[in-house]
């Protein structure tokens, strides 16, 4: 994969298609370079983020897709990838997500996604797309050798 080529899935609003996604985003993680760590990293990123495009975006809705486009970024010294993922839902406000460090929200179960993909990733950004849908784009770097 060259840098500015993309793989695109248009996939159904069902948890069945989230190990597809994830056999081609671990594809294309390694092409780009990514080690183990940051593979854990972009795969839970992206599982995250179609979970929640399917789920609360579309809201299990199999006439609606979840669109995935994966893209080799970066040059030789500084190769990675990124990710977006684009729902067909109302759309959400990020800001209006409860702090899931709070004390009143340590010990729900949920509400920690968006917290971990921030902090796993190199850029994370959420934005509504005009005509309707959410899209989450994520950026991860090879992590230079130390």
């Known amino acids: 994969m060259t840098n500015g080529c993309a793989v695109r899935l248009d996939v159904r609003s069902s948890l069945d298609m989230i190990d597809l996604v994830q056999a081609v985003c671990d594809r294309v993680g390694r092409a780009a ?10 795969d839970y990123a992206v599982r995250e983020s179609v979970v929640n495009a399917i789920t609360h975006g579309n809201q299990h809705d199999d006439a609606k897709r979840v669109h995935i486009e994966f893209t080799h970024v970066g040059d030789r010294s500084n190769p990675g990838i990124a990710v ?7 759309g959400f406000d990020p800001g209006s997500v409860p702090d899931c460090c709070a004390s009143e929200n340590l010990l729900k179960a949920s509400g920690r996604g968006i917290f971990l993909m921030r902090n ?14 959410m899209e989450v784009v994520i950026v991860k770097h090879v992590q230079p050798l130390q």
């Open 120 to 133: 796993f990733v190199d850029r994370l950004v959420h934005r509504r797309v005009p005509g309707g849908g």
């Open 84 to 90: 977006s993922v684009r729902d067909e839902g109302a």
């Open 33 to 42: 370079g990514l080690d183990d760590d940051a593979m854990h990293q972009v």
